[in-house]
């Protein structure tokens, strides 16, 4: 199921820090983006965010929920997004900070894709 449209604002007004955060609908879930790459899937209104070798540690407290997954050929297969604690809604800025590391994640999974997204813009005053 999809994010719910209250969910979704919520996502967007929470994670703007990140840069421009956008929600697609896809494969019966919605994909949480920023500035184009997707650092986050949103299925029942829960929110699972990517996860990597770099990041997986910084992750723990997350790996005792399910991964996000989906059934093929009789079998459940894992993606690699795992679900965001709910502590976490209450905690805005430790709620960046996971999406931080998730967005990374996401970046280089993109370059080994041979998809990398454009850097992030920096401020003219921090160029």
């Known amino acids: 199921?999809?994010?719910?449209?209250?969910?979704a604002e919520f996502l967007r007004e929470q994670l703007a820090p990140l840069g421009r955060i956008s929600l697609r609908r896809m494969f019966g879930k919605t994909g949480v983006f920023c500035d184009g790459v997707m650092l986050g899937m949103v299925t029942d209104n829960m929110l699972y965010l990517r996860v990597d070798d770099d990041n997986r540690d910084a992750f723990e407290e997350a790996?005792?929920?399910?991964?996000?997954n989906y059934a093929k050929g009789g079998s459940l297969i894992d993606l690699s997004f795992w679900r965001a604690p709910e502590r976490l809604f209450?905690?805005?800025?430790?709620?960046?900070?996971?999406a931080r590391l998730a967005l990374a994640a996401a970046r280089r999974v993109a370059s080994k894709r041979g998809r990398a997204p454009p850097a992030p813009k920096l401020p003219r005053h921090a160029r």
Do not use: G, I, K
């Open 63 to 68: 790996r005792s929920s399910p991964p996000l």
């Open 90 to 98: 209450d905690e805005p800025d430790e709620l960046v900070a996971w």
């Open 1 to 7: 199921m999809v994010a719910s449209d209250s969910f």
